[in-house]
């Protein structure tokens, strides 16, 4: 069925956010939910959603798997533990890297995620709880990008023709389905989240490992993680829609203390966009790339290459897997 797209410029947040208390009310009955929550717009905005709706009956679980940016499990915790919202950590890294492991298909290391996060680590959730539902933050990009073959987001099921309850054993809700990231904002802000939170970069569900071309291994996404770091540091002011690094599986020659170095290469991406369907790079100044590139050379070991890219989406795509 077709999902009715509710226009970021049509939207009523206070509306919208009372119209699905209601609709999460009814959908769980008296029963239990769970979800997860990143630490991002989307799965904020749906745990907020999801407590006025439910109260406890809602059990919120941040999934670390080692694949998240620096500091960030703890970070979350502590800042929905001030809205009063109990947050779980849930350690899965064994889980994930295992899954991981000799994956270097985009496609393959997307589903091995997906796998992961939904059948082993909340189907247990699930069992262990009792719940029978899962609220989660699928954006209405996510599923146009999935159903046009793009990329295989990590959330999106029904319309690929996968039923969750078959396939894990629950029934999934979204929430935030007929909007997109700029209406998310309005609904996360109108629900009393902070704009650190409400105007948030973006970030993907496969998390770090969609920073990694090739395997992403403990090591590789230890560097990537470095990578990223600076990089959100060293961008922070420049108002883009999303910045990242990326880490090549390709090495290249490079010199250190006068002998060869086949090193690693990182490169920058910085994008422009309002909603992520279209996207441009950003005209960084070059003082600030300079400094940037300098920081990646000096601080992320191996590192003898920083590239910027200047390919617009379409046709590149904003993440590199
Ligand atoms: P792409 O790379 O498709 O990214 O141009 C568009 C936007 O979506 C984010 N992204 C994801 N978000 N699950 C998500 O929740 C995913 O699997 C995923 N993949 C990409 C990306 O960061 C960008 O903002």
């Given at each position: 069925m077709a999902i009715k797209e509710i226009k970021t410029s049509k939207l009523d947040p206070e509306q919208f956010i009372a119209e699905k208390v209601v609709e999460i009310s009814a959908t769980v009955g008296d029963g239990l939910a769970i979800n997860a929550l990143s630490g991002g717009v989307d799965s904020s905005a749906v745990t907020m959603l999801g407590h006025r709706a439910l109260g406890d009956r809602l059990k919120t679980y941040?999934?670390?798997?080692?694949?998240?940016?620096?500091?960030?499990?703890?970070?979350?915790?502590?800042?929905?533990?001030?809205?009063?919202?109990?947050?779980?950590?849930?350690?899965?890294?064994?889980?994930?890297f295992a899954a991981l492991r000799g994956v270097t298909d985009p496609e393959e290391k997307r589903e091995a995620i997906t796998q992961t996060f939904y059948k082993d680590v909340f189907g247990k959730l699930v069992r262990e709880s009792g719940a029978k539902h899962l609220l989660q933050g699928t954006i209405l990009t996510d599923v146009d990008e999935t159903v046009a073959g793009i990329k295989r987001q990590h959330n999106v099921f029904g319309q690929l023709g996968i039923d969750p309850q078959?396939?894990?054993?629950?029934?999934?809700?979204?929430?935030?389905?007929?909007?997109?990231?700029?209406?998310?904002?309005?609904?996360?802000?109108a629900l009393g989240l902070p704009e650190s939170v409400y105007n948030r970069m973006p970030f993907p569900g496969p998390a770090l490992s969609a920073r990694v071309i090739g395997e992403a291994t403990r090591e590789r996404i230890a560097l990537v993680r470095q990578a990223t770091a600076i990089t959100e540091e060293a961008l922070a002011d420049t108002k883009a829609f999303?910045?990242?690094a990326i880490l090549h599986e390709d090495r290249v020659t490079g010199m250190r203390d006068g002998k060869r170095d086949f090193g690693l290469q990182i490169e920058i991406r910085c994008w422009d966009s309002v909603d992520a369907r279209k996207a441009k790079p950003t005209r960084l100044p070059w003082k600030t790339l300079r400094e940037l590139s300098g920081r990646m050379l000096k601080e992320v070991p191996g590192v003898v290459s920083v590239t910027y890219n200047i390919a617009p989406k379409p046709p590149s795509t904003m993440e590199v897997v």
């Open positions: 941040f999934i670390e798997n080692g694949l998240m940016r620096q500091g960030e499990p703890q970070r979350i915790v502590a800042l929905f533990a001030e809205f009063g919202v109990r947050v779980e950590l849930v350690d899965a890294r064994d889980k994930f078959e396939a894990f054993g629950y029934k999934i809700i979204e929430p935030l389905v007929q909007i997109r990231k700029d209406g998310v904002r309005k609904v996360a802000a999303q910045y990242m």
